[in-house]
């Protein structure tokens, strides 16, 4: 009788033993899937959009309207978020003097630091939106760049938006 006690209780330490073991590669795998699947989605976001077939810097019609689409001086707010990081909203107003209706515009704005050099940056296509489908000669339409990620140490000197595309109609 004993014996098969012994046969029992070293069945069910296997058997004990299995599942554990079962149970923390299941765990590792699904943990692994999950990290797979955060790091997926966080690295899409650092893509900014281009507009397609757009005027850009180098081209004939580019200096002769780049200086007729004007931005007015941006202005800056920010603010701490609870993940510890700092997000700042770039605002400015784009008027268009070009004569011509644009259906299409591609604005960049950068928080930089002493030296000029980037600490932060995102490009928009501002046009064409669902909201905003083309801006009309002498129209004018606010604009805003919401840039995150931010640290305290930054060096948050100065801010600028610019116009880096256009289309016409």
Do not use: C
Not at 70 to 92: C, S, W
Not at 144 to 154: F, Q
């Amino acid at each position: 009788m004993a014996a098969t006690e012994r046969n029992l209780d070293t069945s069910e330490d296997s058997r004990r033993k299995l599942i554990i073991t079962v149970a923390i590669i299941a765990a590792v795998v699904i943990a692994g899937f999950f990290y797979v699947l955060m790091r997926a989605s966080s690295g899409g976001g650092n893509i900014d959009p281009v507009l397609e077939a757009a005027i850009r810097a180098g081209s004939p019609e580019w200096e002769q309207n780049h200086s007729k689409i004007v931005l007015d001086a941006p202005e800056a707010d920010e603010a701490k978020r609870a993940l510890g990081d700092i997000v700042m909203n770039l605002q400015t107003t784009v008027r268009n003097f070009t004569g011509r209706t644009l259906n299409g515009l591609e604005i960049r704005g950068a928080v930089d630091d002493q030296q000029g050099k980037a600490v932060r940056q995102k490009t928009l296509v501002v046009i064409p939106t669902p909201r905003q489908v083309e801006l009309g000669p002498n129209q004018t339409m606010v604009v805003v760049v919401h840039l995150d990620g931010m640290k305290e140490s930054d060096n948050r000197a100065k801010i600028r938006m610019e116009v880096t595309g256009f289309k016409f109609k």
